[in-house]
């Protein structure tokens, strides 16, 4: 079973306006913590939700309660979310779409539970689900995160939650064979080339071929038993 991320929505998808009102950014983390939480409680089963936390408890115990998901997902979305996009739009690098974002959270309102069961990837093929976080900054120019960056890559910051973060600078996606740190460019992953010693864009694997890392694969999914690539097993199937 694969674990369904709760912010997968918070880089947006791509689409047309659908007309669905719009969302404050202020409300952003509370919305996004209302509508995952009902979705998750309403498809999957007590043991599916527990494995989707995986270990994560909210005030010393475990997630159990459709509650206890909105408080800790909402905790996430505007106490570190929130507060870095707040951040980025201060120093003009990026726009914030309220309209798009009610879109998207009306995508996932109306998923059917086997179209949920898929997970985040369902929001990727939409056509009703457009982005709202707008990156402003040019390659060349400072950046903190990648999604301030019209390359969707930001590298050499180092960002602080409490203190002060560094800036880098936005620059095209490393592609195959060239040196990385995290990130590759479309087909690649980030990983260690034996040959150079270094790290290194190589090309995705295969479903069949072994692995290390879910980033090795297209499917995403490193089977734990394997340890070979393989098909994303469903978020939920309990219900």
């Known amino acids: 079973m694969k674990r369904l991320v709760l912010c997968a929505l918070l880089v947006g998808c791509g689409g047309d306006d659908s007309g669905s009102g719009t969302v404050a950014l202020d409300d952003l983390g509370l919305q996004l913590a209302n509508t995952s939480c009902a979705k998750m409680f309403d498809c999957c089963t007590d043991a599916e939700i527990m494995a989707q936390f995986m270990g994560i408890t909210h005030n010393g115990e475990p997630i159990t309660m459709e509650a206890q998901c909105v408080d800790f997902a909402n905790a996430f979305f505007t106490g570190l979310a929130v507060v870095q996009y707040k951040e ?100 690649n992953y980030c990983g260690f080339d034996t040959t150079s010693g270094m790290e290194k864009c190589l090309a995705l694997k295969a479903d069949g071929a072994q692995c290390s890392l879910d980033r090795e694969c297209t499917s995403d999914n490193c089977d734990d038993a394997s340890r070979a690539c393989a098909a994303e097993p469903l978020t939920c199937d309990g219900r």
């Open 88 to 187: 980025s739009i201060a120093k003009g690098r990026m726009e914030y779409d309220g309209s798009a974002a009610a879109d998207c959270l009306a995508f996932l309102n109306s998923l059917t539970c086997s179209e949920y069961s898929k997970g985040p990837e369902i929001a990727g093929a939409s056509t009703e689900c457009r982005p709202f976080i707008l990156p402003k900054v040019a390659d060349g120019g400072a950046c903190t995160q990648d999604y301030e960056c019209t390359s969707d890559y930001c590298e050499g910051a180092t960002v602080s939650t409490g203190g002060t973060s560094t800036d880098g600078a936005c620059k095209p996606l490393p592609t195959a064979g060239q040196a990385c740190d995290s990130e590759c460019a479309d087909g």
